[in-house]
Structure formats: structure tokens, C-alpha cells
């Protein structure tokens, strides 16, 4: 099992900066990728940005050149700069560990952290 713990969710004005942080404990041997999603009421979660254990990054197109993830070890941040109102949303921490059966990979959750941008 792996749990993570995260933390930095809050409030802050469009234009301003925040940053989230997730810490992984457990099993955490063999984790690849971990990432963030973020779910508004009503809607589907969707991915906002992914790094796997090479460090290489993707993110959705709206949040591309204002949010940036990083890891260190088995910590995954996201610095989120240029915050607009649209980005309001629980946010959710990921890490994808390989099962012991090839091919097979576990996705665990955070238990999600408040963003709310205020225009």
C-alpha cells in the first residue's frame, strides 16, 4: 500500500501563486509516475500534469506554461503561478506503483486538497 499526504491547498486572488506538495509513504518502491488531478463538483477529474521516474511532463493544455511539477524522490509538488478562476477545484495527489504482475499498475489517491481562485 502507499499513502499519500498532501498539503498547500487554500485561497488566493486570479493572478496569484500556489503551490501543493504530496508526500508518498508506504510501499513505495516501485513507483513510477505520480501526478495531480483536480475535480470541480459535477464534473469529471481530470489529469493536470504527470512525471514519471525519468522526470519527463505532460499537462492538460490549460494549465501549460503557468504550472510546473517536480519531484524529489517521493515527494511530487506542483507550483501553480497565474491562478485564474477556472482552476477552482479539489486537487488530487497520484502515484502509479507496478504490481508484481508484469504490466500491471496501481493507482493510489490523496485525499485532495481545496484550490479556490477568487476573481
Known amino acids: 500500500q502507499v499513502q499519500l499526504v498532501e498539503s498547500g491547498g487554500g485561497l488566493v486572488q486570479a493572478g496569484g501563486s500556489l503551490s501543493l506538495s504530496c508526500a508518498a509513504s508506504g510501499s513505495i518502491s516501485s513507483i513510477n509516475a505520480m501526478g495531480w488531478y483536480r475535480q470541480v463538483l459535477g464534473k469529471q477529474r481530470e489529469l493536470v500534469a504527470q512525471i514519471t521516474s525519468g522526470d519527463s511532463t505532460n499537462y492538460v493544455d490549460s494549465v501549460k506554461g503557468r504550472f510546473t511539477i517536480s519531484r524529489n524522490g517521493n515527494v511530487v509538488y506542483l507550483q501553480m503561478n497565474s491562478l485564474k478562476s477556472e482552476d477552482t477545484a479539489v486537487y488530487y495527489c497520484?502515484?502509479?506503483?507496478?504490481?508484481?504482475?508484469?504490466?500491471?499498475?496501481?493507482?493510489?489517491w490523496g485525499q485532495g486538497t481545496q484550490v479556490t481562485v477568487s476573481s
Open positions: 497520484t502515484a502509479d506503483r507496478a504490481a508484481q504482475t508484469p504490466g500491471v499498475v496501481t493507482r493510489y
